[in-house]
């Protein structure tokens, strides 16, 4: 699946180099050395291993500290014959599964140039102006406060669900 919309940042007229790197990025598909490489080797803030540290776990989630925000990333443990878990996906280690980015400076939900319409929304009932956005098909979520983009998720489709290590082991 890729990442694929259109932004423009009113104020410079340009993408911001967050959307831009996103852009290029696959779920089930692009590897942490890619990613790494991609956001200039970004400063790594907390991991955590689920595979390692809980029973049945699958799954290392590492945060990020990049010039434009935070980007954390679900990356697999392995595939499912390996792991030996019901839990998670049938790929590759260091392969991206989910991420999502939380910009340093929210930006207009009108430049991420998808039609909410196709979106699914719920409204966030004890936070004022709040909305939780989200496109199955395209396995995207976007959180949104204010009209503003806070962050932006990707991560499984409804496709990608013959990869749930639960379809796949016996």
Do not use: Q
């Amino acid at each position: 699946m890729y990442i694929s919309f259109l932004a423009v940042n009113p104020i410079y007229g340009k993408e911001p180099d967050w959307l831009i790197k996103l852009k290029k990025l696959e779920v089930f598909k692009s590897t942490k050395t890619e990613i790494e490489k991609m956001f200039d080797h970004p400063e790594i803030i907390e991991t955590y291993n689920s595979a390692e540290k809980e029973k049945n776990g699958w799954g290392e989630i590492i945060k990020y500290k990049t010039k434009d925000g935070m980007l954390k990333i679900e990356y697999s443990t392995g595939k499912c014959s390996e792991t030996k878990s019901i839990l998670g996906y049938d790929v590759e280690k260091d392969v991206a599964v989910e991420l999502t980015f939380y910009p340093h400076k929210p930006i207009p939900f009108n430049d991420l140039g998808y039609d909410l319409k196709k979106f699914k929304y719920i409204s966030v009932s004890d936070m004022w102006e709040t909305y939780i956005f989200s496109n199955e098909e395209l396995g995207v979520r976007i959180f949104i406060v204010d009209k503003r983009v806070e962050n932006i998720s990707f991560g499984f489709t409804d496709k990608s669900k013959k990869l749930y290590c639960k379809n796949t082991v016996k």
